[in-house]
DNA sequence: CCTGTGATGACACCTGGTGCCATCACTGTA
DNA sequence: TACAGTGATGGCACCAGGTGTCATCACAGG
């Protein structure tokens, strides 16, 4: 636990998350988000691996509760049955009053090849967890990976629909609607 | 074209992929890489946007092989059967004598945290080209996405087993027959 | 009051990456 | 043959991201 004035980690987010949406990611040095946090650039490095990170804080948190809301799926679960239920397991994640900072960071992070790049890193390695959860539960290869793949999607996919200023819905909600139009997307393709 | 010694380009990605495979990526500096390949460090961020780009010089050709391979399939033919046929467009890119870099290109990419960004980034404008492909063919957009992540796997899993040293088969075979098998595994899901 | 521990500050240093200008090789033209 | 133009390269200064190292500070516990 941090002493001093606490909170250092949550105070660099928030200054850089200001920083970026006044001025754009690249005009913003490292420095000057520490400067406007009252820490240093050591300890910037300290909470971050690097300058990216800082945008992709609670992403590792949302990753574990998708894993587990698939282990947790009922044992007799189809596999789209339990990427639903993972979909709902990180509801909790997607408070009402986070939504104003997702909605600015989704847009930094749109801005620049380097941030959707970790972006998509993160979203690898949430459906690569997802995945390998699947085939602890007796999911044979080729479907684990298809309906992980449709789940990554899904949650994209909801996500984006969640962020957007005219929707009311939850999460949850959103996300497995998204989930069901592509279980039906699946019809068509042969 | 270039003067002096030519094939600059092609000096600077033999010298990386050389550096990489003996010492790893980042225990190699740019100076390093210019100074085996007779040039200067200045002269490598004209030719490459940073140092990772070195390693991924034709992944951009791919992608346009893989686009005008599903826009030149048959008026009638499926999602599938479009991207069936775009893995077949992009056979020539996958020549026998290209094995060996590849294989050790990948081992270098699956090392580096840094490098599988990058690899991510490709792989996603290859998807979202393909998707954006299909949609001008009017296929609509669940079932765009949907078919164009399936290609992705398709891929990704065909340019596994081909570059596996027991392979002997060609990579569109060994694509085409991953995405059969990811076909199948779609009616195991719901 | 003392000592240990964990977080921070301070500083030097390396490397990726860029801007700017000089230089060289070659081409086309007079 | 001479000369100007063009395109690729070299050289150099410079900035910012990122790391190693040690000092320092606030607190806990004895």
Redesign the pocket.
Known sequence: ??????N??ERLVRAAVESFAERGY?D?????I?ERA????????????????VLFAGQDILSRLFAEGIAAAPAGATPIEAVAAALTATEPAFGPDRREQARTIRQVVADHSDLRERSLLKHAKLTAAMAETLRERGIPDPAASLAAEIGGLAFTTGFARWVDPANERSFGEVAREALSELVEATAKLG
């Open positions: 636990m941090s002493r001093w004035e606490p250092a980690r690249d913003v040095t490292v420095a000057e520490t009252g820490l240093t650039k050591r300890t910037f490095f300290r909470h971050f691996a690097d300058k990216r990170e």
